[in-house]
């Protein structure tokens, strides 16, 4: 049974005892089961602001909307995606949204030109999105974040709540279906992402996002043609900063 690092990075209840409490429980119960268990100082949303960050978004809100929110911001963003996310901020009254840059040094040193995107997209992602989230989870013990099984490739057997490096992740839609999804969007009456109606139905940094077919994976758009999947932020475990 897994147990987490000495203070500051301590939980109660092991994370194996969560998982298998939590493993059949709705999206709502998860996060207010791991703000119960970490407390709101300790606990951070993470969120593409993408075509389905709104329901997690949603069901934080409602249960707290004071939980803070981490958003990277990786220089490359579509420019919908940043009018999205204050849109969302907006109608969902988020009280604590951070939108994390990259170090200014580390672009300044290995991507000058703005192209490492293209020579080395693991290299792009480590100083846009995985170095930055770990300054960004620095304060936290905790942290939630959107990914569903349904996704497939890696995502497809996540569980509820895992061990990530000294923290422990929350995802509370890992059980939820298409459906469920369609279903928080159409009760909240919560807008789409401005780019699914133009065909994009999984959406990260604009260099490396582009359509997918209906009968493709739903992330068969990202970094399309280059044999990667993850940015990294989800298979590089976290560790303290
Ligand atoms: S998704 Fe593409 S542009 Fe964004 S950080 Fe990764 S490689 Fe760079």
């Keep these: ?19 298998a409490a939590l493993r059949m429980a709705a999206p709502r119960e998860v996060i207010a089961a791991a703000l119960q268990a970490i407390g709101r100082e300790r606990l951070a949303v993470v969120s593409s602001f993408g075509t389905e960050s709104a329901a997690l978004l949603k069901v934080t809100a409602d249960v707290d909307p004071a939980i803070p929110v981490i958003f990277l911001d990786t220089g490359h963003m579509f420019a919908e995606t940043l009018a999205y996310r204050d849109q969302l901020i907006e109608i969902l009254g988020l009280q604590d949204v951070r939108s994390m840059k990259p170090d200014a040094a580390a672009l300044a040193r290995e991507d000058a030109d703005n192209e490492l995107w293209f020579s080395d997209p693991d290299a792009c992602c480590r100083i846009r999105k995985v170095e930055p989230l770990a300054r960004a989870l620095a304060p936290f013990t905790a942290w939630i974040n959107g990914r569903k099984r349904f996704q497939g490739g890696l995502r497809a057997a996540i569980p509820v709540v895992e061990q990530d490096g000294a923290r422990v992740k929350f995802n509370p839609f890992a059980n939820v279906t298409r459906e469920d999804i369609a279903e928080i969007y159409r009760a909240a009456n919560l807008p789409q992402h401005p780019l699914v109606a133009s065909g994009f139905r999984s959406i990260g940094c604009m260099p490396c996002t582009s359509r997918s077919e209906s009968a493709e994976d739903e992330r ?16 590089v475990v976290t560790s303290p900063v």
Excluded: F, N, Q, Y
């Design 220 to 235: 068969a758009g990202r970094w399309r043609g280059r044999g990667k999947t993850e940015c990294g932020i989800h298979t």
């Design 1 to 19: 049974m897994s147990t987490l690092a000495a203070s500051p990075l301590v939980v109660e209840t092991p994370v194996a005892a969560l998982d």
